[in-house]
């Protein structure tokens, strides 16, 4: 079955930098377009990021735009997402999905075009 399992979430202070994992298995990687999404207490789960299946397209949300970096290694079943200069309001848990084979701006931004997601990564940014 399919399998997303993120890591690398935690505490850090604001100004501080994480990078976030999402080892995937039981799909063939390099067909599926990854995305983030992150939702804090009492919000709606959001947009973060997106990366084509190639690797070649990356889409971000204005809030974490020149923060952020998604990256992500077919070879290896993993996407990445470098998170720098955080900020308190990034706090959240983090999310990693699996769309196949979509290309648009406007379904990589939405959590419906997902067919896959993780558990969940919880990241907290203290002031």
């Known amino acids: 079955q399919v399998q997303l399992v993120e890591s690398g979430g935690g505490l850090v202070q604001a100004g501080g930098s994480l990078t976030l994992s999402c080892a995937a298995s039981?799909?063939?990687?390099?067909?599926?377009?990854m995305g983030w999404f992150r939702q804090a207490p009492g919000q709606e789960r959001e947009f973060v990021a997106a990366i084509s299946w190639s690797g070649g397209t990356k889409y971000y949300a204005d809030s974490v735009k020149g923060r952020f970096t998604i990256s992500r290694d077919s070879a290896k079943n993993t996407m990445w997402l470098q998170m720098n200069s955080l900020k308190p309001e990034d706090t959240a848990v983090y999310y990693c999905?699996?769309?196949?084979?979509?290309?648009?701006?406007?379904?990589?931004?939405?959590?419906?075009?997902?067919?896959?997601w993780g558990q969940g990564t919880q990241v907290t940014v203290s002031s």
């Open positions: 999905a699996a769309a196949w084979r979509r290309s648009s701006y406007y379904e990589l931004i939405s959590d419906s075009t997902y067919d896959y």
């Open positions: 039981g799909l063939t990687f390099s067909n599926y377009c």
